[in-house]
């Protein structure tokens, strides 16, 4: 967003070609460095600005230049918004809810990540590998429509459990939800 009065930044044209951004006066802003976020920065001279007859509608700065910065992965953003915005894609985005979103809606209700029971990021890419995996296998039991499958892998479920329990652990890490759709 930028403030009222100012050009929007789709007025900034990235050239890929020459590797620079052209402001909405056709000048060159050139590439300058890359920060920490991982965005690239485009600058542009001070003199050009100094004489820029919409100097007020670009930058407010004293040293007179215009900075635009860009993520580095800003091609790759820009493709998907391609294919989101084609006739595919429009077609495609509303089944997310369906699809995609449900795995995670699933995992949540039915299998207890709303929180996570460990610390440090091994510990829980483990336990939500885990989780997944067991996600997994019981879609897959439910695809093939196989009863003793599922009948199986539930038993395995309620095994991990009553080893938690018999064991008294509290916060098991082999410990799934006995809960079936």
């Given at each position: 967003?930028?403030?009222?009065?100012?050009?929007?930044?789709?007025?900034?044209?990235?050239?890929?070609y020459?590797?620079?951004?052209l402001?909405?006066?056709?000048?060159?802003?050139?590439?300058?460095?890359?920060?920490?976020?991982?965005?690239?920065?485009?600058?542009?001279?001070p003199?050009?600005?100094?004489?820029?007859?919409?100097?007020?509608?670009?930058?407010?700065?004293?040293?007179?230049?215009?900075?635009?910065?860009r993520?580095?992965?800003?091609?790759?953003?820009?493709?998907?918004?391609?294919?989101?915005h084609?006739?595919?894609?429009?077609?495609?985005?509303?089944?997310?809810?369906?699809?995609?979103?449900r795995?995670?809606?699933?995992a949540?209700?039915?299998?207890?990540?709303r929180?996570?029971?460990?610390?440090?990021?091994?510990?829980?890419?483990?336990?939500?590998?885990?989780?997944?995996a067991a996600?997994n296998?019981?879609k897959?039991?439910m695809?093939?429509?196989?009863?003793?499958?599922?009948?199986?892998?539930?038993?395995?479920?309620?095994?991990f459990?009553?080893?938690?329990?018999?064991?008294?652990?509290k916060?098991?890490?082999?410990?799934f939800?006995t809960?079936?759709?």
């Amino acid at each position: 967003m930028t403030p009222p009065g100012y050009f929007p930044p789709y007025d900034y044209v990235y050239d890929e070609y020459y590797d620079c951004v052209l402001c909405p006066q056709n000048r060159v802003l050139a590439y300058a460095t890359t920060n920490r976020e991982g965005r690239r920065e485009f600058k542009s001279n001070p003199h050009d600005c100094k004489a820029c007859p919409v100097r007020e509608q670009c930058t407010r700065s004293k040293a007179m230049q215009k900075t635009v910065q860009r993520h580095l992965w800003e091609e790759y953003i820009d493709r998907s918004e391609d294919i989101r915005h084609s006739d595919v894609g429009k077609a495609l985005y509303p089944l997310r809810s369906e699809t995609i979103e449900r795995v995670f809606a699933d995992a949540k209700e039915k299998h207890a990540m709303r929180y996570t029971y460990y610390r440090g990021l091994d510990q829980v890419t483990k336990w939500v590998k885990l989780k997944f995996a067991a996600m997994n296998l019981k879609k897959l039991a439910m695809w093939r429509g196989n009863p003793s499958l599922l009948r199986c892998f539930l038993c395995l479920q309620r095994a991990f459990t009553a080893f938690a329990f018999v064991f008294n652990v509290k916060n098991p890490r082999f410990c799934f939800e006995t809960r079936v759709l």
